[in-house]
C-alpha cells in the first residue's frame, strides 16, 4: 500500500514556503497598525463606523494571527474546516437562541421582569448623573 | 511506576500532521465554542440593553489596548521561538519562550491593576450584569495565559536541552489562540460604548 | 515493511515482560483497556448505585408515606435529590462513561490496529479526573442540606439560589462535578479522535474503519462541538450561586431561559452523543452473527454524519413549554421531525443486513435484536412530542418518562450488554455463559417493557413527572391509576433482581468461563487478531489492514469470514 510509506514518513510538517524573522514583524506592524484603527476608530463618533473599525479589524487581525502566526494557511485544509465548523456552532447557538433572549417581546409574550430591569436601571442612572452634578 | 514508554501509535501520522499538533487544533476547536458560547451570551444580553454603556464607558481602554499590545507582541515572540526551535536553535527558542512567558506577567500585571481600580471605584462581580460579563469573561480569559505561561515554561526546559522541540509549536499555538480570543474580547469590553 | 521497522525502534517487545504491582498495573495504568476496564466499572458501579435509587423512588410513588425496604421514609426533599441524581448519574455517569470512554478506550486501537492510544498519560488523566468529579457527585449526599433536587437539567432560578433549592452545597458541587465530567471527556474525546485520525493500521483508508469506531469518534466530536456553551454556562450558575451575579436572574437583568438554551443545546447532542456509540456496537454484532456484509457500509456512515449534523438543529423541541418564541417552535418542530429520517433509515439498513442471512441467536445477537425492537418504540413515541402542538400537553408527564427510558435503556444498557456479550471473549479469553445469558436476556428485556408501557398510559392520563405522592392530588389517586403505578414498580424489582444473574456470570466467567481462542466469533476486524487478553502493547507484530471490515460469505472462498490483516 502506498500509504504505509507515506503514513510513517519522518518529516514534512508543513507544505508551504518558511519564512525568516523579518516577515513575522513585518505581520506584527500590520497588527499594530490594525489595533491603532481600532482605538481611533470610536474618535470617529459614527456608530457604524465603529462597528466596523472594532468588529470588522478584530476579525482581520484574527485571521491574520491565524493565518500566519498559527500557520493556518499552510496547515491541511481540514483544519480550517474543523474550525470554521466550530464558529458555526457558535453562530448556530446564537441564531437559535437570539428569539428568546436578544427580544424582550415576540408572538404573544413579554418579558415584563426584564423590561422592569431596563427600566430601573435607566433610573438609577439617572439618578446617578444628577447626584453627580450636585457634586 | 513503570518508566514511560511512548507508544507506537504517537508517532504514526495517517492524517498527515503530527499527533501533538493535530490534537492541539481539536483543543482549541473545542475552547473556540467554550469562549464563543461566553461571548454569545454577552452579545444577547448586550444588544437588548442599550444602558449598558453607561457602565462599559467606564473600562478603561487604554489598559485594553496596552494589554493588545503586549499579546500581540507576545504572539510575534512566541512565533519567533517556534522558527527558532524548527532550525534546532534550543537556546534561541528558549529565550524566547521566557520573553513571551514575561508578555504573560506584563498582561497580567496590567489587568491586575486595572482590576483593583475598578474594584476600588466599586465595580465589582455582581454589582452590574455588565460587570458579571466583563470579570467572568476576562477572568476566564486570564486563566488561560496562565495556563500557557506554565506550559511554556514546562516546555522551555525540556528546549534547552534540545529535547522535543516540537512542543514550542504547541504552547506557540496555544498562545496565539489566547491572542485571538483576547482580539475579540478588546472591542466587546472595551471599545464598543 | 513498514510494520518491522515500527517494532524495532518501538517499545512493544519490553512493554510485556517487567513485572508490575497491583496499583501500577491496575490503578495508575497507561494501558488502554485497563482505562477502559476502570471506565467500565465505575460507570457500572455508578448505574447500580443510580438503579437503585429508582427503586427507592418508585416504591415511594407506590406506597406513599410508607417505610421503603431497605432505606426507611422517604422525604419530599431526599426523593427530590434521589430523582435529580438518578437523572444525572444514569445519563452522565453511566452512560457516557460505558459507551464512549469504556468501549472507545478500548475498541479504538485494537480495532484500528495500533499498540495504545496517542497520548496514554492524558487517558489516564481523563479517567482520573471523572473519578474525582464522581466522587464529588457522591459526596453531595453527605454534605450539609443534602444532594441537590432541582431535576438533572438543573433550571434556574431553582438551581441558581440556596434559598430555593435549600442544598447550599448539594447544588455547588452538582455543577462542579458535572463540569468536571465534561472536561474529562473533552481530554478524552480529543485523543480519541487523534488516535483515529493518525494511528490506523498501515493500509487502513477512511471505509476500512469498523462501524463502532467511527460511531464513537463522532460522537466525541459532536460532545466537542455542543459541550462549550454549557461549560460557559456552569460557570455563569457557579457564579450565581455563589458570588451574587446575576446571568439568569431575571429581576436583575439575567435570563433563565437563558440556561435552558445552554443547557439543551449541548443536552440534545448529547443524546446522539450515547446513541451512536450503542447503534455501532449493535452493527457490529448483527453483522458478525448474521455472517453478512454490513448493507450500505457508505450509507451508514454519512447517515450518522448527517444525525450528528442535524442533532445540532433540534435542542428548543425541549423548551416548547417554557416560553420561547413560537416562531421558533414552528422551525424547531420541523428539525425534530427531520432527525427521525436519518435514524429510521439506519434502522432500515440493519434490517436489510439481517434479509437473508444466516442468524446465530446468541446472547449478544439478542441483545442486539432487542435494542432495534426497542429503540423503534422510543423513536416513534418520540414524534408526540417533537410536534409542539402535542407536546403541549405532553411535556413533563410521564409520557415523556417513558419515552425517553425507552431510549436510554436500550442505549445505556440493552446495547451496553451486547457489547459486553461480544467483546467479553478479548478481555479474558473465556466466553460467557449462554444459559445463563439467555436468562438474563428475557428477564431483562420483558419486565423493561412492562415498567415503561404503564407509564405511557399513566403519562396520557396526565400524571406529572416531579410528584412526591400522588394520593395528595385527587385527579391522579384513582385506585387503578394507583394500580398502575404498583404493578410498574414490581417489575421494575424483578428487573433489578434479574440483573444479578448478570453479574454472577461476569464474574463466575472471568474465572471458570469455558476457553476459547482468539477469535471465538470467527469475526474480521483487527481486535479478533490479537492474543486474548491482548498484552500491553496488543499486538506481536502490528497488523497491516488489507480490506473492509465486513467481508463474509465472500463467494469463493472456503471460509466464510476474512479477516482485515490476512494479506490473501
Redesign the interface.
Known amino acids: 500500500m502506498a500509504s504505509t510509506t507515506i503514513a510513517h514518513a519522518p518529516q514534512d510538517d508543513h507544505q508551504g514556503p518558511h519564512h525568516g524573522p523579518g516577515f513575522y514583524v513585518k505581520i506584527w506592524a500590520l497588527l499594530m497598525f490594525l489595533l491603532i484603527v481600532s482605538i481611533l476608530g470610536p474618535m470617529l463618533e459614527h456608530p457604524m463606523l465603529t462597528l466596523i473599525t472594532a468588529f470588522g479589524v478584530a476579525v482581520v487581525k484574527a485571521v491574520i494571527v491565524a493565518g500566519y502566526f498559527m500557520h493556518l494557511k499552510i496547515e491541511k485544509r481540514f483544519i480550517t474546516y474543523m474550525l470554521l465548523g466550530m464558529l458555526a456552532m457558535v453562530g448556530l447557538f446564537f441564531a437559535g437562541t437570539a428569539a428568546d433572549i436578544h427580544r424582550l417581546q415576540g408572538t404573544n409574550w413579554v418579558n415584563v421582569a426584564r423590561f422592569q430591569y431596563i427600566e430601573k436601571s435607566l433610573e438609577e442612572i439617572k439618578k446617578l448623573g444628577e447626584s453627580g452634578e450636585h457634586h | 511506576m513503570a518508566t514511560y514508554a511512548q507508544p507506537i501509535a504517537t508517532r504514526r501520522r495517517a492524517s498527515g500532521i503530527p499527533t501533538g499538533r493535530l490534537a492541539m487544533w481539536w483543543l482549541l476547536g473545542s475552547e473556540i465554542v467554550i469562549f464563543g458560547g461566553l461571548l454569545m451570551c454577552y452579545l444577547l444580553f448586550r444588544h437588548s440593553y442599550d444602558h449598558w454603556h453607561v457602565a462599559a464607558s467606564h473600562t478603561n481602554t487604554v489598559f485594553g489596548a496596552v494589554n493588545t499590545f503586549v499579546l500581540l507582541t507576545s504572539s510575534l515572540l512566541v512565533v519567533l521561538a517556534h522558527q527558532a526551535a524548527e532550525s534546532k536553535q534550543g537556546g534561541k527558542a528558549f529565550i524566547y519562550l521566557w520573553l513571551t512567558i514575561g508578555g504573560g506577567l506584563t498582561f497580567l500585571m496590567i489587568k491586575s491593576v486595572e482590576w483593583t481600580m475598578e474594584i476600588s471605584k466599586g465595580y465589582t462581580l455582581p454589582s452590574n450584569l455588565f460587570w458579571s460579563f466583563y470579570y467572568t469573561a476576562a477572568g476566564i480569559h486570564a486563566s488561560h495565559v496562565i495556563a500557557g505561561m506554565v506550559a511554556m515554561a514546562i516546555v522551555s526546559f525540556d528546549v534547552l536541552k534540545g529535547r522535543n522541540l516540537q512542543r514550542v509549536e504547541l504552547v506557540g499555538l496555544y498562545w496565539h489562540f489566547v491572542d485571538i480570543v483576547w482580539i475579540f474580547l478588546f472591542p466587546l469590553l472595551y471599545i464598543a460604548k | 515493511?513498514?510494520q518491522h521497522?515500527?517494532?524495532a525502534s518501538?517499545?512493544?517487545a519490553?512493554?510485556d515482560h517487567?513485572h508490575?504491582s497491583f496499583w501500577?498495573k491496575y490503578v495508575?495504568s497507561?494501558d488502554h483497556k485497563v482505562i477502559g476496564l476502570q471506565y467500565f466499572f465505575t460507570g457500572v458501579a455508578l448505574g447500580v448505585l443510580g438503579a437503585l435509587m429508582s427503586y427507592v423512588f418508585r416504591m415511594q410513588q407506590s406506597f406513599p408515606g410508607q417505610s421503603v425496604p431497605g432505606f426507611g421514609y422517604v422525604t419530599p426533599d431526599v426523593y427530590n435529590s434521589l430523582i435529580t441524581n438518578h437523572g444525572t448519574i444514569m445519563i452522565f455517569w453511566f452512560a457516557m462513561p460505558v459507551l464512549v470512554a469504556a468501549f472507545g478506550n478500548f475498541l479504538i486501537?485494537l480495532m484500528i490496529g495500533?499498540?495504545?492510544?496517542?497520548?496514554?498519560?492524558l487517558n489516564r488523566l481523563s479517567f482520573q479526573i471523572f473519578f474525582l468529579s464522581a466522587l464529588i457527585l457522591i459526596s453531595t449526599f453527605f454534605v450539609p442540606g443534602g444532594g441537590f433536587g432541582g431535576a438533572w437539567t438543573a433550571y434556574p432560578p431553582l438551581s441558581a439560589k440556596a434559598a430555593y433549592n435549600m442544598t447550599p452545597w448539594g447544588s455547588t458541587l452538582w455543577v462542579v462535578a458535572v463540569a468536571l465530567e465534561f472536561v474529562a471527556f473533552?481530554i478524552g474525546?480529543?485523543?480519541f479522535?487523534?488516535?483515529l485520525?493518525?494511528?490506523?493500521s498501515?493500509?487502513?483508508?477512511m471505509y476500512d474503519i469498523p462501524i463502532v469506531v467511527w460511531f464513537i469518534v463522532i460522537a466525541s466530536i459532536l460532545f466537542?462541538?455542543?459541550?462549550?456553551?454549557?461549560?460557559?454556562?456552569a460557570?455563569?450558575l457557579l457564579?450565581d450561586q455563589q458570588?451574587?451575579?446575576?446571568?439568569f436572574d431575571?429581576?436583575?437583568?439575567?435570563?433563565p431561559?437563558?440556561w435552558q438554551?445552554?443547557f439543551w443545546?449541548f443536552g440534545h447532542p448529547e443524546v446522539y452523543v450515547v446513541l451512536l456509540p450503542a447503534m455501532g456496537i449493535v452493527a457490529e454484532v448483527m453483522v458478525v452473527f448474521s455472517r453478512k456484509k454490513l448493507f450500505a457500509y457508505k450509507t451508514v456512515l454519512f447517515t450518522a454524519i448527517a444525525t450528528g449534523v442535524l442533532s445540532?438543529?433540534v435542542?428548543?423541541h425541549h423548551q416548547f413549554i417554557s416560553?420561547?418564541?413560537?416562531?421558533?417552535a414552528n422551525v424547531f418542530t420541523v428539525t425534530t421531525v427531520l432527525i427521525s429520517i436519518p435514524i429510521a433509515e439506519m434502522c432500515f439498513v440493519y434490517i436489510a443486513t439481517l434479509f437473508g442471512g444466516s442468524i446465530t441467536f446468541s446472547t449478544a445477537m439478542l441483545f442486539a435484536l432487542a435494542f432495534m425492537a426497542e429503540f423503534l418504540i422510543g423513536g416513534v413515541t418520540g414524534i408526540f412530542l417533537g410536534a409542539s402542538g402535542s407536546d403541549i400537553y405532553f411535556h413533563d408527564t410521564y409520557f415523556v418518562l417513558a419515552h425517553f427510558h425507552y431510549t436510554f435503556v436500550p442505549i445505556a444498557i440493552i446495547a451496553v450488554f451486547a457489547g459486553v456479550y461480544y467483546w467479553f471473549p478479548k478481555y479474558t479469553g473465556r466466553v460467557m455463559n449462554e444459559t445463563l445469558g439467555k436468562i438474563h436476556f428475557w428477564g431483562t428485556v420483558i419486565p423493561f417493557n412492562l415498567i415503561f408501557i404503564p407509564l405511557f398510559f399513566l403519562g396520557a392520563s396526565g400524571d406529572h413527572r416531579r410528584i412526591y405522592s400522588y394520593l395528595l392530588f385527587p385527579d391522579s389517586a384513582k385506585p387503578y391509576l394507583q394500580d398502575i403505578r404498583i404493578f410498574a414498580t414490581y417489575a421494575l424489582i424483578v428487573a433489578l433482581l434479574v440483573q444479578v444473574v448478570f453479574f454472577i456470570n461476569l464474574f463466575w466467567s472471568i474465572f471458570k468461563g469455558k476457553k476459547v481462542d482468539n477469535n471465538p466469533w470467527l469475526a474480521n476486524t483487527l481486535e479478533w487478531s490479537a492474543p486474548s487478553p491482548p498484552p500491553h502493547?496488543n499486538f506481536a507484530v502490528?497488523p497491516?489492514c488489507y480490506r473492509g471490515p465486513y467481508e463474509y460469505s465472500t463467494p469463493n472462498r472456503a471460509k466464510d469470514y476474512w479477516p482485515q490483516n490476512e494479506p490473501v
Open positions: 515493511m513498514a521497522v515500527e517494532a518501538g517499545h512493544a519490553d512493554h517487567h508490575q501500577s495508575f497507561l486501537p495500533c499498540d495504545d492510544m496517542v497520548f496514554p498519560r473533552l474525546g480529543i485523543n479522535i487523534t488516535t485520525m493518525n494511528s490506523r498501515p493500509g487502513m483508508k466537542m462541538a455542543s459541550v462549550g456553551p454549557l461549560v460557559a454556562g460557570i455563569m457564579f458570588l451574587g451575579t446575576a446571568f431575571p429581576t436583575r437583568g439575567g435570563d431561559v437563558l438554551h445552554l443545546f445540532f438543529f435542542w428548543a416560553g420561547i418564541d413560537p416562531r421558533m502493547g502490528l497491516n
